[in-house]
């Protein structure tokens, strides 16, 4: 069925392919985006874009139409900032959230998907990680996405909202023309690439001592086209009074070495290197265990293969450093 929603979050890099893949679906997006680190030309067309807070313009979205969910995407996603401005991440994801939650309940709005992180749980007692596994985050930025779970748990009890909030590892790849493009980048995919079109000298390793096979840490990329898929999924899962949490990674770890040389393969440069500090607050291995996603979902990760991944995302950089 054709479903009438609400993207937050979607001028943003996992939110407008999210909304491409909604809109391929048949269904209805208005994007709502304060349009601070997405971009108006991200929303892919045939969505509507209303540009305001993610709260106060869906609010007035809520208010005016008949909306059968939303996917709230938008968020200050950065760990480091949220170390140094934990008001901008309390605020900005908590007290958003809240708002959002608020206005939905009070206009019956009966669907809810949600941006949760693997740093909700901090660095894990065990690998891979389920969500069963403790929460500690070490971060406030996984601090204030676990609040938000918190809350959701709650209001889905109360108000009979179905959510289904989905914790995702570490994204990357490009999907249809649209990839990473953050005004301030920290992901490594994206700037190990920017060491091959020459944008950029060398990549930094961040630690080399960690307890892992190469002594860097090791991640689990997941295709942003694969993430994309298990909100498809989670929208249609949703039952109504019910929180569900979903872990959404490949479920194996690629060390930055490995990262770095499926980078030089990918594109032919040599890519140097260098080996710098650890950044602080980086667990040693995040990889995880999706079994419930794929048991309870149906989802099938398609495009698991890292050099694939860095294959699309390499597409999409070349087409933007040729403008
Ligand atoms: N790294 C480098 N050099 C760089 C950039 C990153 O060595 O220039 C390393 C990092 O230290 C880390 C790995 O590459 O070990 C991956 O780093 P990213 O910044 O790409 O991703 P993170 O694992 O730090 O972050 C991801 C999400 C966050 C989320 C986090 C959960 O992007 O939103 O997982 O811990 F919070």
């Not at 209805?28 to 509507?48: F, K, M, Q």
């Amino acid at each position: 069925d054709a479903l009438n929603l609400v993207v937050t979050g979607g001028a943003g890099y996992v939110g407008s392919v999210c909304t491409a893949r909604l809109l391929a679906e048949g269904h209805a997006v208005t994007v709502v985006d304060d349009l601070s680190t997405g971009h108006a030309d991200a929303v892919p067309e045939g969505a509507r874009l209303v540009e305001g807070d993610a709260a106060d313009a869906t609010r007035d979205l809520l208010a005016k139409g008949s909306y059968d969910g939303v996917l709230h995407f938008a968020a200050k996603s950065l760990v480091g900032e949220s170390m140094q401005d934990p008001a901008k991440y309390w605020h900005g994801n908590v007290g958003t959230t809240l708002r959002l939650l608020d206005a939905m309940r009070d206009h019956g709005t009966p669907r809810l998907v949600f941006s949760s992180t693997a740093a909700t749980y901090g660095e894990p007692e065990t690998s891979p990680i389920a969500e069963t596994a403790p929460t500690r985050p070490t971060n406030t930025y996984g601090a204030t996405k676990l609040a938000v779970d918190l809350a959701i748990t709650g209001y889905a009890r109360a108000h009979g909202l179905a959510a289904v909030s989905l914790r995702y590892f570490n994204v990357a790849g490009a999907h249809g023309g649209i990839g990473e493009r953050h005004a301030t980048e920290t992901h490594l995919i994206p700037l190990v690439l920017q060491v091959a079109t020459g944008a950029r000298e060398r990549i930094q390793i961040f630690g080399e001592d960690y307890p892992t096979e190469d002594g860097t840490a090791v991640r689990d990329y997941i295709h942003v086209s694969d993430l994309a898929d298990a909100h498809l999924l989670a929208l249609r899962h949703a039952r109504a009074g019910e929180h569900l949490v979903y872990n959404l990674g490949n479920g194996t770890g690629f060390s930055v070495r490995q990262v770095i040389e499926a980078c030089r393969e990918v594109t032919g440069h040599p890519i140097p290197a260098a080996v710098a500090p650890r950044r602080a607050g980086d667990p040693a291995v995040l990889v995880a265990a999706s079994d419930r996603a794929r048991e309870e979902l149906g989802w099938k990760p398609e495009r698991a293969d890292l050099a694939g991944i860095v294959a699309d995302a390499w597409r999409f950089t070349q087409r933007r450093a040729e403008g």
